[in-house]
């Protein structure tokens, strides 16, 4: 009997089996579930070429609180990016701590991200500013225990049954408090638990 092209193969190669948990979470999914929120386009205007996203936990330090006024989410997003990039300016590392100062109801408290670059899902260069304990690799995981994700405006339409053009209405009359991102409205999703619970 020839036995050099007999592979030995287990259940798992056989029926494509994978434990969800140990399996990498594609940067699309984590995007699209509002894990990370992508904001490459506020990087290209501060020299960053390559496409970039924040996790929902640093979005939610740099915002940590309910209807701040537009203009400081801004300036806090610029902020933080100028300080990644001072930082990335002065080291060859794919990964590093950097700080930056951001308003926050009155304090100016400095807080830590870190950055890493990564392979994106196809293999591209990609850019992730998160907290020091995440990692760029199971960001999204166990999210719904450990941070309050930020979710689309479609997101919010499809729950409450509304068309994204009155979600975005509401926002602009302030009755459904949201940050933007990137040129994205983003909704804590507590905010949107609480109007399904207790209305607008």
């Known amino acids: 009997m020839d036995t050099r092209n007999v592979k030995l193969r287990t259940p798992a190669d056989t029926w494509g089996l994978v434990d969800p948990e140990r399996q990498r979470k594609a940067r699309q999914d984590a995007i699209d579930d509002g894990d ?3 904001i490459t386009r506020m990087g290209r205007d501060v020299g960053i070429v390559y496409p970039l996203a924040v996790s929902a936990r640093a979005a939610q330090s740099m915002v940590p609180f309910p209807n701040m006024p537009q203009e400081i989410v801004t300036e806090n997003l610029w902020d933080t990016l100028h300080a990644f990039r001072d930082k990335a300016g002065t080291t060859t590392a794919e990964e590093f701590e950097f700080q930056a100062s951001l308003y926050q109801n009155g304090l100016v408290p400095t ?5 890493t670059v990564s392979p994106g899902d196809d293999g591209e260069p990609v850019i992730t500013i998160m907290m020091p304990d995440e990692d760029w690799e199971t960001i999204g995981y166990g999210h719904h225990n450990t941070c309050d994700t930020m979710l689309t405006v479609d ?5 409450l049954n509304f068309t994204p053009g009155r979600i975005r209405e509401f926002i602009r009359e302030e009755r459904i408090p949201a940050v933007k991102c990137g040129g994205s409205w983003r909704i804590k999703r507590s905010e949107l638990e609480r109007i399904m619970n207790e209305g607008f």
Not at 155 to 159: E, I, L, M, N, R
Request: proline share 0%; glycine share 0%; net charge negative.
């Open 36 to 38: 990370l929120i992508e």
């Open 111 to 115: 807080i830590t991200f870190k950055a």
């Open 155 to 159: 997101d919010v339409a499809s729950a």
